[in-house]
């Protein structure tokens, strides 16, 4: 069993930065590919980035290329989501999520409870 924790949501200006933060307890987070989806209010949940299980591979939604960046740290056993020049419609909730494959949601076993991100213009 892994228990996911995110954390680093608030608010923040358009053109603003924030660096989520996925970690987990229970077992080692290094033995499973990562994903971070996002839910804004009224929408479905959708992929927004994934990262393998030995880290040598990232995946992002076209809409966050270049702006949105996944990295992990072993040690910490927490995955990171650093996202820069934010825009509105980046407010949602956004999930962590562990143990699945890229962007297929349903195959992801184990996830966060989600951290809220407000983008204001």
């Known amino acids: 069993q892994v228990q996911l924790v995110e954390s680093g949501g608030g608010l923040v200006q358009a053109g603003g930065s924030l660096r989520l933060s996925c970690a987990a307890s229970g077992r080692t987070l290094s033995i499973h590919s990562v994903g971070w989806f996002r839910q804004a209010p009224g929408k479905e949940r959708e992929f927004v980035g994934y990262i393998s299980q030995s880290g040598a591979t990232t995946n992002y939604k076209d809409s966050v290329k270049g702006r949105f960046t996944i990295s992990r740290d072993v040690g910490k056993n927490t995955v990171y989501l650093h996202m820069n020049s934010l825009k509105p419609e980046d407010t949602a909730v956004y999930y962590c999520?562990?143990?699945?494959?890229?962007?297929?949601?349903?195959?992801?076993?184990?996830w966060g409870q989600g951290t809220q991100v407000t983008v204001s213009s």
């Open positions: 999520a562990a143990g699945g494959w890229g962007a297929t949601m349903t195959s992801y076993v184990y």
